[in-house]
């Protein structure tokens, strides 16, 4: 079955310190995959998507991901934290034509100024 | 103009009412769904409709119906609500599978 794992609940990091955010999936096939993040009392945002080519994607707010087959990852950076980006964050997952999108359990993130 | 919104944004309502939950998409997305977060903030899927034909049903109790009357509007109803309901429940659009936008969210309490 697909699943999503996001192994930290809680990330804490200091303002402009960089950050990295662990998503592993179990998948057979090549999933599309997805980073949403979610401020409090607010709805999903998308921040970027893979579904195939260069393995590096660019999103909004300064975010990147990577997509590594072999490791089944794909992990969110950003070099330098703001305030503004603490919030809850969800790695996704759906397989062509399933249209059943799979979520992470989140990682919340919390910046110290 | 948003992509997705929902009404209401808040429901209270006691044990044993019926409540309906409303959902429009103007983006032209042929895929709609419901998902449930709970008070862990865990995203479940509930519902899924493609082309207003059902097409995800999760193990989901019968007193969740949804109801999609077109393309751009997938509704929510609930029957005999229980204090279990109590959760926020996330409307999206996608086109195929590509990425899904999701609403605002409606935060149901029961009491």
């Known amino acids: 079955a697909q699943s999503v794992t996001q192994p930290d609940i809680h990330i804490t990091v200091s303002e402009g310190a960089s950050l990295e955010l662990r998503c592993n999936y179990s998948?057979?096939?090549?999933?599309?995959l997805f980073w949403y993040v979610q401020s409090p009392g607010q709805g999903l945002q998308l921040l970027l998507k893979?579904?195939?080519?260069?393995?590096l994607v660019q999103g909004i707010k300064g975010f990147e991901a990577e997509f590594k087959r072999s490791q089944s990852s794909f992990n969110l950076r950003k070099p330098s934290v703001h305030w503004s980006d603490a919030a809850e964050y969800f790695c996704?997952?759906?397989?062509?034509?399933?249209?059943?999108?799979?979520f992470g359990t989140g990682t919340r993130l919390k910046v110290l100024a | 103009d948003t992509a997705v919104s929902q009404t209401p944004k808040y429901l209270v309502t006691q044990m044993g009412n019926d409540k309906s939950i409303k959902c429009e998409q103007n983006?032209?997305?042929?895929?709609m769904y419901w998902y449930k977060q709970d008070s862990k903030k865990f995203l479940k899927i509930m519902f899924s409709?493609?082309?207003?034909?059902?097409?995800i049903n999760e193990t989901v109790p019968n007193r969740f119906s949804p109801k999609s009357p077109d393309k751009a509007h997938l509704n929510l109803h609930i029957n005999s609500l229980e204090l279990g309901d109590s959760a926020v429940y996330f409307c999206?659009?996608?086109?195929?599978?590509?990425?899904?936008?999701f609403g605002q969210g409606t935060r149901l309490t029961v009491v």
């Open positions: 996704a997952v759906v397989s062509s034509g399933t249209y059943k999108y799979i």
């Open positions: 998948y057979g096939a090549t999933p599309y």
């Open positions: 893979y579904f195939s080519g260069d393995t």
């Open positions: 983006l032209g997305h042929d895929t």
């Open positions: 409709y493609n082309n207003k034909e059902l097409i």
């Open positions: 999206a659009a996608s086109m195929g599978n590509t990425e899904a936008f």
